[in-house]
């Protein structure tokens, strides 16, 4: 059974940085597109960015320019560089799979952008 466990958010004033992680257990992590996800109070869960197994990108578009999306499919783990984080960032972060197979969803790890 593939877990998903999420890590590296906080407590980050505007306009700083986070890199949150994602640690996917089992080597199939690196046949499907992956996906961070967030879900903000009061709102449903939206994707932000995604990346293919062979590495291409694609992105919401609040996020564009200011998020990168990486994988490592050696250490199956997946990262989200935030730079310039304004407080509609503020939500729980989550990783899964893109597509119609997802993964029971990890717990999230919270990342709140606030001074």
């Known amino acids: 059974q593939v877990q998903l466990v999420e890590s590296g958010g906080g407590l980050v004033q505007p306009g700083g940085s986070l890199r949150l992680s994602c640690a996917v257990s089992?080597?199939?992590?690196?046949?499907?597109?992956m996906g961070w996800y967030r879900q903000a109070p009061g709102k449903h869960r939206e994707l932000v960015a995604s990346i293919t197994s062979a590495g291409d990108t694609n992105y919401y578009d609040s996020v564009k320019g200011r998020f990168t999306i990486s994988r490592d499919n050696t250490k199956t783990t997946m990262y989200l560089q935030m730079n310039s984080l304004k407080s509609e960032d503020t939500a729980v972060y989550y990783c899964?799979?893109?597509?119609?197979?997802?993964?029971?969803w990890g717990q999230g790890t919270q990342v709140t952008v606030s001074s």
């Open positions: 899964n799979s893109v597509g119609a197979l997802q993964w029971a």
């Open positions: 089992g080597s199939i992590f690196r046949l499907y597109t």
